[in-house]
Structures are given as C-alpha cells and as structure tokens.
C-alpha cells in the first residue's frame, strides 16, 4: 500500500500536522464544544493512517513504532484507571474529581476531566492505529516484530 | 416543519442505501455505501441536534472503519459468494422482529417529550449543575466524564480489550507460527513434523540480516 502519486504525497505532508493539531483542538476542547477524547483519538489516528496509504507501512512503521503504539493502549487506560487511585488517595470515592481539589472542587472536576478524556483520547489513538498495523500490514513479511512479539 | 422534512429525506436515503448494501455482492461496494450511510446518520444526528453524537458518528463510522474494513478487505475475495440456503426461514423470523420493534416504537414517548422518563430523573440536575456549579458548559462531556466516569472507563476498557484481541490474533508471534499458505500443500506437510523450531529460527535471523544489511546501506 503506498502512493508515488505527488499530489497526494505533497497533499499528506501538508495536512499531517494540522490533522494533528485538530485532534488535540478536539481534545482539549471538549469541555466547551462538542468532541472529546473519543472523536480526537479517532482524527489523530486517521493523520497515522493517511501517511501509511500514502508514504507505506515501512514509513509508517519507522514514524510509529508498533510496538510503542501498542504500549499507548495501556497507557491510555492506566491514565484514566490511575485518576481514579489518586481520587481514592485523596480521600474521595473512585473517580470522584471533586477531591483531586479540595479548595476548589470545580477546579479538581475540570482536572479530572482533563485527564481523563486525555487517557480516553490515547487509548482510543493507540487502538485505532493498531487495528490498521493489524488490517494493513497482516501477512507482510516485512512486518516480521509486529507489536506483542517479544 | 423543515427538520421533519429533513430527517424524513435522509432516513428514506438511509433506507435506499440499506437496500442497495443487501443488493450488492461486490465487497468493495458495501464498504463505500456503508460509509456513505454513516455519513447520513451523522448528519441525522446533527439535525436533531446532537452533535457529540454526529461528531463521533463521522468519524468512527464514516472515516476510519471505512479505511480499516479497506484495508482488512485487501485480504478477501471482492466477491461475495452467492447465497445457496433456503431464505424464507430468516426472511419470516426477520419479519417478526421487525413488526415487534415497530409496535414497541408506537409505546415511546413523543420525540422531545419534557416529561419523557429520561428527561425527569437525573437530567435536570446535571443541566442545573453543569454550567453553574462546575463551569463546564458541554453537559455531554460533565456526563460522559464526571457523571457518568464508571461507564466510560469501561467503554475504554473495551476498546483496549479489543485492540488487544486484534493484536493477538492478527500480529506478532502468532502470525509467525501460521503455515505459510504461499509455498505448495505437499512442501508444508513435508517440512513441518521434523521441523519444530529450526527454520524458524533461521528465517528470523536471515530476516535480521537483510534488515541489517539495508541499515548499513542506508546509512
């Protein structure tokens, strides 16, 4: 899978970055307006996706490590697992953000929030990017160390 | 008035486009049209003005799933393989089903009903407090990730959970140990009771060396 026409390879390196910076727009303006860390995770990883279509697995492979994009699953989800535990340590139930501040529980809810669609948004990222290394680059024998071997 | 005329257009083109997925036997087709379904639904949903809802449908169902069904696609015959069973069967248990859900639908309450049960119970509370007390003024987000947190560390539990059944079906070590379909059935049957971990171990390391070779030409 990869493209030699220039349009889209000069189209792709134009629209890369500013994909990305939409995703984390999305991201972290969830709060204010519609999306959330589901919608970003989605449009970042379609930025990854449009450079393997068009640059290749192999590129794609050395921008996006599988095997680190396979770590950002968990990471995503200990992020928000993790809210949770300092929550907890605060004295607070499980995922209750009002005691990440004590001084100012709207403050600690929109902390809470924040972190929250930010592991939501990094596991969602990493899946999707996983799903298409899988779908992709399934029988290529270039992709030998694919994610989990090892 | 309007928004009913507009959602009664783009059902019925949802409609058309069900029909013409169930009609065609050409892989490629289905993708493309059940993208350009989940596009429609999106914009369904922003006439009735859910645009959380639209936003994800857009990106979810239209962009990226098309992209990986393509691509998972690449590995499958473009054809269907023509239906054989008798259909009469299905066809009455789907007709049942269908009648039931439409009965179901006439005992909902009216679209945008103030006192619907769904709109009385906790509802008010999160949009009294959501823009008041925590200063957030998306109440689907104050939902989705404070009110609402448990469900939605279990949705992404489950998106990781299935990240990880691709990851351990489809890549990695386990595709290693899959027969190698390309070489003839009698060679594969021949080389693999006496070899157990051998080839592979060479295969692995002569791959190594074509990758350590290109490194240092690269360079």
Do not use: C, W
């Not at chain 1, 948004?121 to 090892?150: N, R, W």
């Not at chain 2, 009110?147 to 949705?155: A, H, M």
């Not at chain 2, 539990?157 to 386990?174: P, Q």
């Amino acid at each position: 899978m990869m493209s030699s026409n220039p349009v889209f390879r000069v189209t792709t390196k134009i629209l890369f970055a500013p994909i990305i910076v939409y995703g984390l727009y999305v991201q972290f303006h969830g709060d204010f307006g519609p999306g959330g860390g589901f919608q970003a995770g989605v449009i970042i990883a379609a930025a990854f996706i449009l450079y393997g279509l068009v640059f290749g697995m192999v590129a794609l492979r050395k921008l996006a490590p599988p095997r680190i994009v396979a770590l950002f699953m968990a990471i995503g989800v200990m992020i928000y697992g993790g809210v949770g535990v300092v929550s907890l340590l605060n004295g607070g139930n499980y995922l209750d953000y009002n005691a990440l501040d004590h001084h100012d529980p709207a403050h600690g809810q929109h902390l809470g929030i924040l972190l929250v669609e930010l592991g939501v948004g990094v596991t969602v990222t990493s899946v999707m990017m996983v799903l298409f290394f899988a779908f992709a680059g399934y029988g290529d024998p270039k992709a030998e160390d694919d994610g989990g071997q090892g | 008035m309007t928004s009913v005329m507009i959602n009664i257009f783009l059902v019925s083109l949802m409609v058309v486009i069900a029909v013409m997925v169930v009609r065609t036997h050409r892989l490629f087709a289905v993708i493309v049209m059940s993208g350009a379904y989940s596009l429609i639904s999106a914009a369904m949903f922003v006439n009735l003005d859910a645009v959380d809802v639209a936003f994800t449908e857009a990106a979810v169902g239209a962009g990226i799933s098309t992209v990986l069904l393509l691509a998972a696609m690449a590995r499958l015959p473009a054809e269907e393989k023509p239906l054989k069973t008798n259909v009469i069967g299905p066809l009455a248990v789907v007709a049942i089903v269908g009648a039931l859900l439409v009965t179901a639908v006439v005992d909902l309450p009216a679209f945008g009903s103030a006192d619907a049960p769904a709109h009385t119970h906790v509802a008010p509370r999160y949009l009294a407090e959501s823009d008041a007390k925590l200063h957030i003024p998306n109440v689907v987000t104050t939902v989705l990730a404070s009110y609402r947190g448990f469900d939605t560390l279990g949705e992404t539990i489950v998106i990781f959970a299935a990240g990880l059944g691709v990851l351990l079906l489809l890549a990695g070590k386990t595709k290693t140990q899959l027969p190698d379909y390309s070489k003839p059935k009698t060679a594969r049957s021949a080389t693999r009771p006496k070899a157990s971990s051998s080839p592979k171990k060479t295969r692995q390391s002569s791959a190594k060396k074509k990758k350590a070779a290109k490194k240092g030409s690269s360079s």
